[in-house]
């Protein structure tokens, strides 16, 4: 008489298990396959119709239904196996850390994957599994910029301060020069690449035709934006801008200015006791990212020239003054906001990645 696969006891919480299991489309299915072993075992189906249905042999169906007698759903999973030695280990991953710390090799200026692993006598593979793992990119950069300005504390609260709480009855606005923007002409378009998608494409040839300067001043509680563009960026012409933008205002109204330290924008104390209403605010030294206007020279760079073509001065100067006309009806203030720097960034250097 054939004999049954019958278990002899199972519990209602381990069968509601086995069934969870057995139906499941994520779980690994070798899981999914023991599970529904015990499952026609545990409503007495034959070892042999059993095996024949699921496509295994007998003896597979009698060992897993005696793991799960003596340990249940637990008995199914796999036990740990010490698994091949591990050959690259704690000392490897210093080792490899600590090369990057090292001069790289004559005629290279930094460490790639395959020059560390001839150094290190080991297979290239072993290098990139261990930079992998601790987050290292050889090739990838990321530069920084650290104001050296003994002030910085102080002049970076002064214009924070005008952005977040500007005197009372008074206009800020960020000024700056967008310098030697060349009018370059080359044919662009949009063309299929190998793996079949449709990119913006650049022919490698152009040609340069000239180059413009262009001032422009941002009112930071509206957004507002008022621009020139000019052939030279001298002195003559920055102040010549600046008296353009002070009459566009109420006369009187205080205006304070929040300038870098290029050299036009200093030594202007002639032209300021001229104007007694405005005010000059300078960014520290290497930190001309507190200027709220090269925001928006960010903008205006990836919209109106990243990718264009001109053909002369003219047409580079007309498609500045397009976007301005555009932008000016959709204007918004920016929202000043102090980045938090992790204290990872300042601290996940090499040496401590080793330690």
Not at 66 to 81: I, S, T, V
């Amino acid at each position: 008489m054939p004999r049954k696969a019958t278990i002899l006891s199972c519990s209602d919480e381990d069968r509601e298990t086995l069934a969870a299991w057995s139906r499941s489309k994520t779980m690994e299915a070798r899981l999914v396959e023991r599970a529904r072993i015990i499952l026609g075992c545990v409503e007495g189906e034959r070892v042999s119709r059993l095996a024949r249905r699921l496509h295994l042999r007998p003896n597979t169906v009698i060992d897993w239904r005696r793991r799960f007698e003596l340990q249940g759903p637990a008995g199914l999973l796999d036990k740990a196996r010490p698994g091949k030695p591990v050959h690259y280990g704690k000392d490897f991953r210093k080792q490899v850390l600590e090369m990057l710390e090292q001069p790289p090799p004559e005629g290279q200026a930094c460490w790639d994957g395959p020059s560390m692993a001839e150094r290190l006598k080991t297979s290239v593979h072993a290098v990139w599994r261990v930079l992998r793992k601790e987050g290292v990119c050889l090739s990838r950069q990321r530069s920084w910029c650290v104001s050296t300005d003994p002030e910085f504390t102080a002049k970076a609260a002064d214009i924070i301060g005008l952005y977040l709480n500007p005197p009372e009855n008074a206009l800020v606005i960020s000024v700056d020069e967008k310098p030697s923007i060349q009018a370059i002409e080359r044919t662009t378009g949009y063309v299929e690449t190998d793996n079949g998608k449709i990119v913006r494409g650049f022919k490698s040839t152009y040609k340069r035709h000239g180059t413009l300067n262009l001032f422009a001043a941002l009112e930071v509680a509206t957004g507002a934006i008022h621009t020139a563009t000019t052939e030279k960026k001298r002195r003559v012409e920055f102040l010549e801008f600046m008296e353009h933008v002070v009459a566009d205002f109420p006369e009187g109204q205080d205006i304070h200015v929040v300038l870098d330290n290029y050299s036009s924008h200093k030594k202007n104390e002639a032209w300021l006791a001229t104007h007694p209403n405005v005010f000059f605010h300078f960014t520290p030294t290497s930190a001309s990212w507190l200027n709220q206007v090269e925001i928006w020279f960010g903008i205006m760079s990836r919209k109106a020239l990243r990718g264009a073509s001109f053909r002369n001065v003219s047409e580079l100067r007309q498609s500045i003054e397009a976007f301005v006309a555009a932008y000016g009806p959709k204007a918004k203030p920016f929202v000043w906001r102090k980045r938090e720097v992790k204290g990872a960034q300042l601290k996940n250097t090499i040496v401590n990645l080793r330690n």
